[in-house]
């Protein structure tokens, strides 16, 4: 897994007054995953909610928190299920 750089942590952990707003490269690198992939989650609309900014696509810190919460499971079972409904 990539390191993650330090200055992505402390905006998504400590984001200034009204929030940081990340771009797509930190964003999947705070969530491990590639910037293609983030991607093609939006074209899905599997991936966290983010916000258009003119043509850039942004994220929120809040939006990344609540996406991995409703991720997050117990067990395989758990998620599968939640897939399934």
């Known amino acids: 897994m990539n390191k993650l750089n330090p200055e992505i942590v402390q905006a998504i952990t400590h984001p200034p007054a009204g929030g ?5 490269k930190a964003a999947a690198a705070f969530l491990g995953c590639s910037d293609w992939t983030l991607a093609e989650w939006r074209c899905t609309g599997a991936g966290p909610r ?3 900014v003119g043509r ?6 809040a939006a990344l928190a609540e996406w991995i ?10 998620h599968d ?5």
Not at 56 to 61: A, G, M
Not at 69 to 78: D, M, P, Q
């Open 56 to 61: 850039l696509v942004r994220y929120t810190p």
């Open 50 to 52: 983010f916000v258009k």
């Open 81 to 85: 299920a939640r897939k399934a409904g």
């Open 20 to 24: 940081a707003l990340l771009d797509p």
């Open 69 to 78: 919460e409703s991720h997050t499971g117990a067990s395989t079972s758990e």
